[in-house]
């Protein structure tokens, strides 16, 4: 089994930054991909980007530019740079792993495990 722990979520305003992370324990070595999705009240779990385990990365439309998804091997963490964040960024963000090579990457229904999630709120 694989583990996941998101932190790095809180209060920012627009134009702000934040750092995500999430660590990941348990059978690390199944893992072929990592991605964030984030899900607000009342709306579909949305994906926002993803990295292979090589580094291939994917990202949604709505944060190219401005969020990078970065992944360290050697302690088994992914973070998700946000910058220049909108309040319409303001979700709970949520890690997934993927064991399987060959995906997309991009579809919630791809992945395995999944963490708690972090609450990212953006003010206008």
């Known amino acids: 089994q694989v583990q996941l722990v998101e932190s790095g979520g809180g209060l920012v305003q627009a134009g702000g930054s934040l750092r995500l992370s999430c660590a990941a324990s348990?059978?690390?070595?199944?893992?072929?991909?990592m991605g964030w999705f984030r899900q607000a009240p009342g709306k579909d779990r949305e994906f926002v980007a993803a990295?292979?385990?090589?580094?291939?990365?994917y990202y949604a439309d709505s944060v190219k530019g401005r969020f990078t998804i970065s992944r360290d091997n050697a302690k088994n963490t992914m973070y998700l740079q946000m910058n220049s964040l909108k309040p319409e960024d303001t979700s709970v963000y949520v890690c997934?792993?993927?064991?399987?090579?060959?995906?997309?990457?991009?579809?919630?229904?791809?992945?395995?495990?999944w963490g708690q999630g972090t609450q990212v709120t953006v003010s206008s």
């Open positions: 990295i292979s385990r090589y580094g291939t990365t």
């Open positions: 997934a792993a993927d064991k399987n090579v060959y995906r997309t990457y991009t579809k919630a229904n791809e992945y395995d495990y």
């Open positions: 348990g059978r690390t070595d199944w893992i072929a991909a």
